[in-house]
């Protein structure tokens, strides 16, 4: 566990959440990228098990940040990749509320928006196709993937049962 | 449901803290729908269009979602003290249930049903993240402008595996300079 430098990771993510305009999975690829790739200090494997895990805890999506910092280095760990998502919800959150209200209806907002949303689109489409590749080995794997696609756009089900789902074909050995 | 000037109502930090616990403990896969009906329906605190408007914020801003509404509502109501107890209440519990399940995937994230059962459910989460693109595409404008930085995004992070920093700061200036020309 040399390569891990706590400090350094709490920076490389402070800075990517002040990027993650669109939430948590426009800087899912970037964090893969970093962990994985860059520092080596999770196998894909084991970086998509977390991922996954953290999707079945109440809260938002983001908490897998926080698991991922317990795997490596406990409390530290949580503390390392947990206060970085806090900082810009507490300063720029604020700080943007109170122009807000001072000058309501401000046009650049809504030009940031639009021109960062298919920015954002192409971001959860990398944060996609990055675990998929991660974790579908076989037909099976994409077909999950498939009938999932097909049962959100069409139903209102809770993810919870669809998790369910995919826990039980993979325990069937259909991945 | 009628209210006005619910600006000038104040929240006791405690109350803050019970609400965003609520929240956070319901909400599976996306905490919105919960906030909603705590905040607006059940508290009274939001009107429909003041909790709109705070999630279009909150939507604007970096960071999850939820978490951004959590800070304004707090501060909102109670100040410092309220975004903090508010956050706490939001963040906490699901760091504990993470950190659970941390211990026990160290115990038994290596058992072969266990790891079966994981690629299954991760499947589902790819899914899920290739839904939430049609979706979010759905509301794009039908010119190709949007569709060009969206495509050079994905090719930069997830082709070439940039640094999203680089991406970012070659794509937004061009995408803000594209969106503020155009008529709206």
């Known amino acids: 566990m040399e390569r891990l430098n706590l400090v350094e990771m709490f920076l490389h993510f402070l800075v990517l959440w002040f990027l993650a305009i669109g939430g948590p999975s426009a800087i899912f690829p970037d964090i893969h990228r970093y962990l994985v790739e860059s520092r080596q200090l999770l196998t894909n494997a084991e970086f998509v098990e977390l991922y996954t895990l953290a999707q079945v805890a109440p809260g938002p999506n983001a908490m897998y940040v926080t698991l991922i910092g317990w795997h490596l280095a406990g409390w530290k760990g949580v503390i390392a990749t947990t206060i970085p998502l806090l900082i810009p919800a507490t300063t720029l959150t604020l700080l943007v509320g109170h122009l807000n209200e001072r000058y309501p209806g401000a046009r650049f907002g809504r030009v940031v928006r639009r021109a960062l949303t298919p920015i954002t689109i192409g971001l959860v489409l990398a944060s996609a196709t990055i675990l998929m590749r991660a974790v579908n080995h076989n037909w099976g794997g994409y077909l999950i993937t498939l009938l999932t696609v097909i049962v959100v756009l069409r139903k209102s089900w809770s993810p919870l049962w669809l998790f369910a789902a995919g826990a039980l074909a993979g325990v069937a050995g259909l991945i | ?184």
């Open chain 2, 1 to 184: 449901m009628e209210q006005t000037k619910s600006s000038k109502l104040r929240v006791n930090p405690s109350a803050l803290f019970l609400s965003f616990s609520r929240i956070s403990l319901s909400s599976f896969g996306g905490a919105i729908f919960w906030a909603r009906r705590e905040l607006v329906e059940r508290r009274g605190w939001l009107t429909d269009r003041e909790f709109v408007e705070i999630f279009t914020l909150g939507q604007l801003l970096p960071g999850p979602n939820v978490l951004n509404v959590t800070v304004i509502v707090g501060h909102r109501f109670a100040g410092w003290t309220g975004a903090a107890a508010g956050v706490a209440g939001f963040l906490g519990w699901p760091v504990l249930v993470v950190v659970g399940m941390g211990v026990l995937y160290q115990h038994y994230g290596a058992l072969p049903h266990v790891r079966q059962a994981l690629a299954g459910m991760s499947s589902v989460a790819a899914g899920l993240l290739f839904a939430t693109v049609v979706k979010l595409a759905m509301v794009l404008p039908r010119n190709w402008r949007p569709w060009l930085f969206g495509a050079l995004a994905f090719a930069g992070v997830g082709i070439m595996r940039w640094p999203l920093l680089w991406v970012m700061c070659a794509l937004a200036p061009g995408a803000i300079f594209v969106a503020w020309k155009e008529r709206e």
